[in-house]
Each structure stands twice: as structure tokens, then as C-alpha cells.
């Protein structure tokens, strides 16, 4: 017994210990969870959008991503210099240049090897033009938009889906019908958009060589 009795107190000591860092740790985990689930979007409007189209237009993509679980964190720029955090995107609103691909709606730019994009340019007047042709509410139009080419950069990619958000051809018609099933991101897109946030995390914090 007065051997036992030490042991057993030690023993209940380092379970105290143990419990403790294994809330800490879960603690942290939690908060890096919380931050890596969080896109930061930088957006620079040389359109001209309305406002009451682009408050709609930040609901309406903050809707489709928090169904894929990731935060969107919405910063207007007049012009911002500070060098791009790792959770932040660029989202560019502009006429539809010359080269523009017909019928494009936007494009991000991807770098493939890394799997990771930060910059996506959305055709504003193309959205409204399209929006204007389906009788259908030109914000919401550009919310979508915008929340597509948001999951190519966090995913890393340019493929498409055959079907939901991120198909590569949208119409009028959908548009008319309006089907929910259409508009919204796959469990795995979702899944593969909060790796790209952990990945660009992960890379931030590697020490420089």
C-alpha cells in the first residue's frame, strides 16, 4: 500500500497533465480550424456595380460557401497594398475585355503545380446582360458568379463539375427554373476548398530556406 498509494496519485497526476494538454491542443486545433475555414476576398469593383446588386451579390456567395462550410470574409479596396495574406483572394469586377472568351462569365488564374489561384476577374456586364435576358435578379447572378470561380481558386483548379455550381456552362433556361440542386457546391468541392485553405495555411507557415 504505501507504494501503491504514491503510484496511484502520480498516475492520476499525469492524467490531469495529459487531459490538460489535450484540451489545449484541441483548443488550437479548433481556432486553426476556425481560421482556416475563413476566405479573406479583396474586391476591386471598376465596373461600377449598384450597390443593392453587389450587397446582394456578397449574400448570395457567402450563402453558397457557408454551405461548404468556409467563411467569406468581404474587404471592398479602393486600394489595398499590403501584400495578400494566405486565406485572401482577389476578385476583380470589369467590362468584358476585347479577348474575352464568348459567353465567359469570368476566369481565375491558376497555378497548377501549386493547386492555388488568388486572382478571379468577373464580367459584370456580361452577368447583367444575361440576368436581364432571364428576367432573373442580376445580384443573385453575380453572387453565383462569384462564388464559382472563388471554389476554382481555393480547389486549385479549372475543371468543371457535370453538374451543380460548378458546371461549365450556365443558361438561361436554369435561370428561369431556378432548381436549387444547380446552384449549390458538392460535398466534395466543399472538402476539397477547405484543403486548399489548410494547404495555404500550412505553406505560410513553412520557414523560408
Given at each position: 500500500?504505501l507504494v501503491?498509494?504514491?503510484?496511484?496519485?502520480m498516475?492520476?497526476?499525469?492524467?490531469?497533465v495529459?487531459?490538460g494538454?489535450?484540451?489545449?491542443?484541441?483548443?488550437?486545433?479548433?481556432?486553426?480550424?476556425?481560421?482556416?475555414?475563413?476566405?479573406?476576398?479583396?474586391?476591386?469593383?471598376?465596373?461600377?456595380?449598384?450597390p443593392?446588386?453587389?450587397?446582394?451579390?456578397?449574400?448570395?456567395?457567402?450563402?453558397?460557401?457557408?454551405?461548404?462550410?468556409?467563411?467569406?470574409v468581404?474587404?471592398?479596396?479602393?486600394?489595398?497594398?499590403?501584400?495578400?495574406?494566405?486565406?485572401?483572394?482577389?476578385?476583380?469586377?470589369?467590362?468584358?475585355?476585347?479577348?474575352?472568351g464568348?459567353?465567359?462569365?469570368?476566369?481565375?488564374?491558376?497555378?497548377?503545380?501549386?493547386?492555388?489561384?488568388?486572382?478571379?476577374?468577373?464580367?459584370?456586364n456580361?452577368v447583367?446582360?444575361?440576368?436581364?435576358?432571364?428576367d432573373?435578379?442580376?445580384?443573385?447572378?453575380?453572387?453565383?458568379?462569384?462564388?464559382?470561380?472563388?471554389?476554382?481558386?481555393?480547389?486549385?483548379?479549372?475543371?468543371?463539375?457535370?453538374?451543380?455550381?460548378?458546371r461549365?456552362?450556365?443558361?438561361?433556361?436554369?435561370l428561369?427554373?431556378?432548381?436549387q440542386?444547380?446552384?449549390?457546391?458538392?460535398?466534395?468541392?466543399?472538402t476539397?476548398?477547405?484543403?486548399?485553405?489548410?494547404?495555404?495555411?500550412?505553406?505560410s507557415?513553412m520557414?523560408?530556406?
Open positions: 500500500d501503491a498509494r504514491p503510484l496511484i496519485e498516475a492520476r497526476t499525469v492524467a490531469v495529459i487531459a494538454v489535450a484540451g489545449t491542443l484541441l483548443s488550437q486545433a479548433l481556432v486553426f480550424a476556425s481560421v482556416t475555414n475563413q476566405a479573406v476576398v479583396r474586391t476591386y469593383d471598376e465596373f461600377g456595380v449598384a443593392r446588386e453587389l450587397a446582394t451579390a456578397i449574400e448570395t456567395a457567402r450563402a453558397i460557401l457557408s454551405g461548404a462550410a468556409i467563411d467569406l468581404w474587404h471592398e479596396c479602393g486600394r489595398c497594398d499590403d501584400p495578400l495574406g494566405p486565406s485572401e483572394l482577389i476578385v476583380r469586377i470589369v467590362r468584358t475585355p476585347p479577348q474575352a464568348p459567353g465567359s462569365l469570368g476566369y481565375s488564374l491558376i497555378d497548377v503545380q501549386q493547386r492555388s489561384g488568388s486572382l478571379a476577374t468577373l464580367f459584370a456580361r447583367e446582360s444575361m440576368a436581364a435576358t432571364a432573373f435578379d442580376p445580384g443573385v447572378l453575380l453572387g453565383r458568379t462569384i462564388a464559382h470561380e472563388i471554389a476554382h481558386l481555393l480547389i486549385g483548379t479549372t475543371e468543371h463539375s457535370a453538374h451543380g455550381l460548378m461549365a456552362q450556365w443558361n438561361t433556361r436554369e428561369q427554373h431556378d432548381l440542386p444547380e446552384w449549390v457546391l458538392s460535398r466534395d468541392e466543399g476539397r476548398m477547405r484543403r486548399g485553405l489548410v494547404a495555404r495555411a500550412q505553406r507557415r520557414p523560408e530556406m
